[in-house]
C-alpha cells in the first residue's frame, strides 16, 4: 500500500473510448496492471496528466460515479499545490457536466490557488446548471478578490447575464470588457451582442457589432440569431446578404439562422435564394442544413419543396431529422395522408421514430379523424416499449381518439397512464370533454386537476370558459374568471375572447363590455367576439358601431368570422340595408370571399322581415350550390309570413341534403297548421311517422346553488319531479284562471 494515497484496494475505472488527439491514449497505465481490456488500475502511482485526462472524459460523458471515484483518488492523496489546482479545476468542470453544482461549488472552495481559470469554470458551471444569477455573482466576487478577468471569464460572465434580465448586469460587463482592453476581440463582443440580444436588446447588439473591427462567421451568425429571436425576420435576412457581399463563407449555424428567419417571414423566394446559396456552398446535403430547409419551405406553405429538398438529399437517410421535418410539415399543412404515407416509409425504411415522429403523425391522424390509423399508431407505440413510451406521444394519442370520438378509449389511456400525468395531459382531457359537449364532465375534470396540485394554462381556461358559456353557467365562469387573475392569465388574448362570449351568453353582456374595454390592444379575435356577444343580445346597433370603430382602425383588419358576426347582429336586428351593405363591402373592401354561412345569413335577413321573394332571387343568383343552412333559414321565415309553396320547397331541399333532418318537417307542418291547412299537417305528421322521424326534444336547464339541474319535456328522471310536476300544475291553473 502506498503512503501516498493511503487507501487498501485497486479502484477499477474505464478508459475512453476516444483516443486522442496525438492518436494515441495519453493515459499512462501502470505495468502491473493485468485486468479485462479498456479497464485500469489506479494506484498511488497514477500521474496526473492521467487523473486530469480521466476527469476530462468524465466531464465528455457526464459520468458523476466516475468523477467521485476520482475525487476520492484525489482527495487521498499528497500533490502539490499547482498540480492539486489542475485537477480541482478539471473536478468542478466534470462535477459541473454531470449537474451536481454543489459538489463543484465545495470542489471549487478546496482550490489552493484560485486562478481566472478556476472562476471561469465556476461561472460557466453555474450558468450551464442554470444559477445564472450566481454565475454572475461569482464574477463580482471574482472582482473583490482582485482577480483580473481575461477575456474567457468576461464571455462566461456575459453568458451568465443571459438568464438573470437584468440590463444593469450586462452593462457592468461590458464595462469591465471595455476596462480592461478586450473589446477588439472577436469573440469577446460576439458574447456581449449575444446577451444583448438573448435580453431583447437588440439595439444594444447592433451597436456592438457595428464597433467590431473584424467579423467572423461566428459573429455574424450570433447577429442573425439575435434578430430572429427578437422577430426582426427580414433583418435577418438582410444580415445574411451583407454576410455574403463581404466574402464571409456562412457556415452551418448561420444557415439554420437565417432559414428559422425566413420560415417566420413566410417569404418563399427568399427561401429559394438561400437554398441556391447552400447548394453552391455544398451544404444543402448537411443534414442540419437541409432539415432547416425543409422546415422553412414548409412554413412558407412549400411543402411541394420542402419535399423536394428531402428526396433530392436525404430520401435514403437513416437519421431522422429531415423525416420529422418533412413529417411535421405535411401536418401543419394538414395533409394528413401524405403524412401517413411519409410514417409508412419511415418505418419501411426502419427509420428510428422518436416522440417528434409520433406526435406528428397522432397530430394528423386527429386532424383527419381517422380512428383507424389510430388504432394501427397505438399498437406501434405498444409494441416498441419503453422507447416509445412518454407522456408527450400519450397526450397525442388522447387528442387522437378524442378528435376521433372516441371519448371512452381516451379515459382507458388517460387512467393507464395517470401517474405519468402533467399538465397537457389534463387540458387535453378537459379540452376533449367540452369540444365534445360533455361540458359538465369538463368541469368535473378540471376541478380534478386542481385538486391534483396543476395549474391550469391558457387553454384549459379557454376549455372550461367555453364550457361555462354553454352551460350558461355564469356563477362558475366568474369563479374561474377570478382564478385567472391569480394564475396571470387574465389578459391573455385567447382567455379574454372566450370570457367576453361566456358573459355574453350567460346574459352578462355589461361583464362581456368591461373585459373588452380592459384589454390593451385587442386583436380581431376580440373584437369578433365583442359584436358576437352584442348580436347575441338583439343589439345589432351597438355591433354595427363597434365594427365602424374597428373599420377606423389600421390593424386588426375584419375577417370573415367578423362579417358573419355582424351580418348575424343585423339579421336579428332587422337592419337590412345595412346588412346588405356589409355582406358587399367584405369583397369589394377587404377581398374576402363569401362563404355559405353568409349567404345564409343575408337569406335571413331579407326573409326575416317578409321580403322573401328578393331572399329566393338571391339564392338562385348564388354563385355557389345553396345548402341546408340557406334553405333552412328561408324555410324559418317561411312558416313566420305564412309563404306555404316557398314553405314546401324550401323544407324539400333541406330534406335532400339532410334526410334525417326532422326540424324541417315540423317548421313545414307548423306552417300548414297555422295558415288553416290541417289536411297538410297530418300528411307531413304522417310521413315523420312512417319515417320513423322524431323530432329532438329541446332540452333546458338552470344553475342553482353551483348545481346544474336539467330539464327535457316528459322528463320522469329529475330527483324532485314530482314537487316540479306539482308547482307547474298549480302555475297552469292560476293561468287558466287569470284568462277567466
Not at 492539486?84 to 471549487?108: C, E, G, H, P
Not at 447592433?206 to 442573425?224: D, P, Q, Y
Not at 335571413?604 to 332571387?617: C, K, N, P, T, Y
Request: charged share 20%; aromatic share 10%.
Amino acid at each position: 500500500m502506498s503512503s501516498s494515497v493511503g487507501i487498501s484496494f485497486p479502484l477499477i475505472i474505464k478508459l475512453p473510448e476516444a483516443p486522442s488527439s496525438t492518436g494515441t491514449s495519453s493515459v499512462f497505465l501502470p505495468s502491473q496492471i493485468k485486468q479485462k481490456p479498456r479497464e485500469i488500475l489506479i494506484s498511488s502511482s497514477y500521474p496526473v496528466t492521467s487523473l486530469t485526462e480521466l476527469l476530462r472524459d468524465s466531464a465528455d460523458k457526464s459520468c458523476l460515479q466516475k468523477t467521485k471515484l476520482i475525487h476520492g483518488i484525489v482527495t487521498k492523496s499528497q500533490f502539490k499545490s499547482k498540480s492539486m489546482t489542475v485537477l480541482l479545476n478539471q473536478m468542478v468542470i466534470a462535477y459541473s457536466k454531470s449537474s451536481d453544482f454543489d459538489s463543484a461549488r465545495q470542489v471549487f472552495d478546496e482550490i489552493p490557488h484560485k486562478s481566472v481559470f478556476s472562476w471561469t469554470v465556476l461561472i460557466v458551471g453555474a450558468t450551464e446548471n442554470g444559477f445564472h444569477r450566481d454565475g454572475f455573482g461569482y464574477f463580482a466576487e471574482m472582482l473583490c478578490c482582485d482577480v483580473s478577468p481575461d477575456e474567457y471569464a468576461l464571455s462566461a460572465a456575459a453568458q451568465a447575464c443571459t438568464g438573470v434580465d437584468d440590463v444593469n448586469l450586462c452593462e457592468i460587463v461590458h464595462a469591465q470588457v471595455l476596462i480592461r482592453g478586450f473589446s477588439s476581440l472577436a469573440f469577446v463582443n460576439t458574447s456581449l451582442l449575444s446577451m444583448y440580444a438573448k435580453l431583447g436588446r437588440i439595439g444594444d447588439s447592433c451597436k456592438v457589432f457595428s464597433s467590431m473591427e473584424s467579423r467572423n462567421e461566428v459573429s455574424w451568425n450570433a447577429m442573425i440569431s439575435g434578430f430572429g429571436s427578437n422577430c426582426f425576420y427580414s433583418e435577418a435576412y438582410v444580415s445574411f446578404l451583407r454576410m455574403l457581399e463581404e466574402g464571409i463563407r456562412p457556415n452551418v449555424p448561420c444557415f439554420i439562422s437565417v432559414s428559422k428567419a425566413i420560415g417566420k417571414l413566410g417569404d418563399v423566394e427568399k427561401g429559394r435564394y438561400i437554398t441556391r446559396v447552400a447548394l453552391e456552398m455544398g451544404l444543402q446535403s448537411n443534414i442540419h442544413v437541409g432539415t432547416a430547409l425543409i422546415d422553412m419551405f414548409a412554413k412558407c406553405g412549400c411543402v411541394a419543396e420542402a419535399r423536394s429538398v428531402f428526396e433530392s438529399s436525404f430520401s435514403g437517410c437513416g437519421v431522422n431529422l429531415p423525416w420529422n421535418a418533412l413529417l411535421s410539415g405535411y401536418t401543419s399543412s394538414r395533409e394528413g395522408e401524405e403524412a401517413m404515407l411519409l410514417f409508412l416509409r419511415m418505418c419501411q425504411s426502419d427509420v428510428k421514430r422518436d416522440v417528434y415522429t409520433y406526435c406528428s403523425t397522432l397530430n394528423s391522424i386527429a386532424d383527419m379523424r381517422s380512428l383507424e390509423y389510430g388504432k394501427q399508431v397505438h399498437g406501434m407505440i405498444v409494441k416498441g416499449g419503453r422507447e416509445t413510451t412518454g407522456v408527450s406521444i400519450f397526450n397525442g394519442l388522447m387528442d387522437a381518439y378524442a378528435k376521433c370520438g372516441e371519448l371512452g378509449a381516451m379515459r382507458k389511456l388517460f387512467a393507464t397512464t395517470r401517474e405519468e400525468a402533467n399538465q397537457i395531459s389534463w387540458t387535453t382531457l378537459v379540452t376533449a370533454y367540452s369540444q365534445s359537449s360533455e361540458w359538465e364532465e369538463a368541469l368535473s375534470v378540471f376541478t380534478q386537476m386542481r385538486e391534483m396540485g396543476f395549474q391550469p394554462n391558457h387553454i384549459t381556461f379557454s376549455a372550461v370558459l367555453a364550457s361555462c358559456a354553454s352551460l350558461s353557467f355564469l356563477e362558475y365562469g366568474q369563479q374561474v374568471h377570478s382564478l385567472t387573475y391569480k394564475t396571470g392569465f387574465a389578459t391573455d388574448k385567447c382567455v379574454e375572447s372566450v370570457l367576453i362570449d361566456m358573459y355574453a351568453k350567460c346574459g352578462s353582456v355589461r361583464d362581456a363590455i368591461k373585459v373588452f374595454e380592459s384589454s390593451k390592444d385587442p386583436d380581431v379575435v376580440l373584437w369578433t367576439a365583442m359584436i358576437s356577444g352584442y348580436a347575441q343580445h338583439g343589439m345589432a346597433k351597438d355591433a354595427v358601431r363597434l365594427f365602424r370603430t374597428m373599420e377606423q382602425l389600421i390593424f386588426p383588419k375584419p375577417t370573415s368570422v367578423t362579417f358573419l358576426c355582424l351580418l348575424f347582429a343585423c339579421s336579428h336586428g332587422g337592419l337590412v340595408d345595412e346588412g346588405l351593405r356589409y355582406f358587399h363591402l367584405m369583397e369589394e373592401k377587404y377581398g374576402l370571399v363569401p362563404e355559405i354561412e353568409h349567404y345564409a345569413c343575408v337569406v335571413d335577413i331579407l326573409a326575416r322581415v317578409g321580403r322573401l321573394s328578393e331572399a329566393w332571387e338571391f339564392i338562385m343568383k348564388m354563385p355557389i350550390e345553396p345548402d341546408g343552412k340557406v334553405w333552412s333559414a328561408l324555410l324559418g321565415a317561411c312558416r313566420v309570413h305564412g309563404n306555404i309553396h316557398l314553405a314546401e320547397i324550401a323544407a324539400q331541399k333541406v330534406i335532400s341534403y339532410n334526410p334525417e333532418d326532422s326540424a324541417a318537417l315540423v317548421l313545414l307542418s307548423n306552417a300548414h297548421r297555422e295558415a288553416g291547412n290541417i289536411e297538410a299537417e297530418l300528411s307531413v305528421r304522417n310521413m315523420m311517422n312512417s319515417q320513423a322521424m322524431r323530432k329532438e326534444p329541446g332540452l333546458s336547464w338552470i344553475t342553482i346553488g353551483g348545481q346544474i339541474h336539467k330539464f327535457c319535456s316528459g322528463d320522469q328522471h329529475h330527483p324532485q319531479k314530482d314537487e316540479i310536476y306539482r308547482t307547474l300544475h298549480d302555475l297552469m291553473e292560476k293561468v287558466k284562471s287569470k284568462k277567466h
